[in-house]
Every structure is written in structure tokens, then in C-alpha cells.
């Protein structure tokens, strides 16, 4: 029976040898596909946070472009203005203008098209009343053009609820 006893002891040692052996030969194979699949994360992981910064920059440079205006739209209002100045030269004195309306709203264009006889009957109005001294020099001019466009702005306000005009520009001016 010791014999037997030997064989059965030694019988378990040979088939417990040979699990770790398997387990041995496994080893290096689990290290190295945790190895890889660690590089593989790091790599996806430095893939990622480099496209975030390059998205990142690309958005960045796309907000500090200057944005144009949208195109501008005029509205020339015709025929050209033609008031009596007040004067003390001892004659009558006249002022001949052009001008147009500047918009970028296709939508305000066709507002000012649309009220363009109040528009001439407010600035005839306003042309009426001045005087050749006072728009004889750049400044008087410019504040004449203020003038006029905070007319016209008055105006569409009231018809339209919006401003409507961006500016008002003389393109031609004649005093005599």
C-alpha cells in the first residue's frame, strides 16, 4: 500500500506540474496583449485630445476672422432735392442735392422704397430751413447729413418700427 500511497502521491505532483506550466507559458501572452491594448489606449487617447485642440484652434482662428457686413443696398431718391436757402447776400440763394439711403437689409430696402414720398417730404422740409452760412463748410454739411438721417430714422421708426437706413449719403451738393 505504500506503494500505492507513492504512486497516488506522486501522481497528483506531475499532473499539478503541468497547470503551471500552461499557466507559465500564458503569462507572457496576457502581459503582452495588456501591453498592447495599454498602447492602443494611449494611442487612441492622444488621437483624441490632438483632434479636440486642432477642432479647438480651427474654431478659435474662425472667431477672429473679421466678418464682413452684408453687401450694401442704396435707394438714390430722385429727382434731386432743390430748396431755397435762408441768406443775407440780398438775393435768393438755392441748394441742389442728391441723396441716397444705404441699407444691408433687403427687408429695409423695400421699407424705404415704400415711404420714399415721406421720406422727400421730411427732408425738403429739413433742407428748407437752413442756412447757406451754416452749410457753407465740411462740418455744417456733416451736420446736416446727421441731421437728415436722424430724420429719416425718425420716420421709418415711427412707420416701421426699425430704423431702416444705416446712412445717408450726399452725392451731390450745389449751393448758389
Known sequence: ?????????????????????????????????????????????????????????????????????????????????????????????????????MTRDSGALAHLERHAPAIRACLLMLLAQQDAHGIADRAGKERLQAQALAEVRKLMRAETGTPAAEDLLFTSFVTQ
Open 1 to 101: 500500500m505504500a506503494a500505492a500511497a507513492d504512486k497516488n502521491s506522486r501522481s497528483p505532483a506531475p499532473k499539478s506540474a503541468a497547470p503551471a506550466a500552461k499557466a507559465g507559458g500564458k503569462l507572457p501572452l496576457i502581459i503582452s496583449a495588456v501591453a498592447v491594448l495599454a498602447a492602443a489606449a494611449a494611442g487612441g487617447g492622444w488621437y483624441w485630445t490632438s483632434r479636440q485642440a486642432a477642432e479647438a484652434e480651427q474654431a478659435a482662428a474662425e472667431a477672429s476672422k473679421p466678418k464682413l457686413p452684408a453687401p450694401a443696398q442704396y435707394l438714390a431718391l430722385e429727382p434731386p432735392f432743390v430748396v431755397n436757402l435762408h441768406g443775407a447776400n440780398g438775393g435768393p440763394q438755392y441748394l441742389q442735392v442728391e441723396i441716397q439711403l
